[in-house]
């Protein structure tokens, strides 16, 4: 479980580096750079909910599961976030 230090969240947005669609409001814990996106952690998701970018159709994340939840992937480099 995250410490109670890391509990503050705040939303990002979350862009397509190629074409600077915006894909997800997401809530996130902590500082540092986004790696995951916890599913349901996503205020917005502005995708088709297949981790493509629906304006360029490019793969930015995978499927996965950290400490047992499911979450994207981001594959890096594929997206950049805005505070
Ligand atoms: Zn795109």
């Not at 996106?37 to 996965?64: H, M, N, S, V, W």
């Amino acid at each position: 479980m995250p410490t109670k230090k890391g509990r503050r969240t705040h939303i990002i947005k979350v862009y397509c580096a190629k074409c600077h669609a915006l894909l997800y409001k997401y809530q996130k814990a902590g500082l540092g750079s986004l790696i995951k996106c916890y599913k349901d952690r996503i205020a917005e998701d502005y995708t088709r909910g297949d981790l493509k970018c629906p304006q360029c159709g490019e793969t930015f994340a995978r499927e996965a599961v950290y400490h047992g939840k499911p979450a994207n992937k981001i594959i890096q480099g594929k997206v950049y976030v805005r505070h």
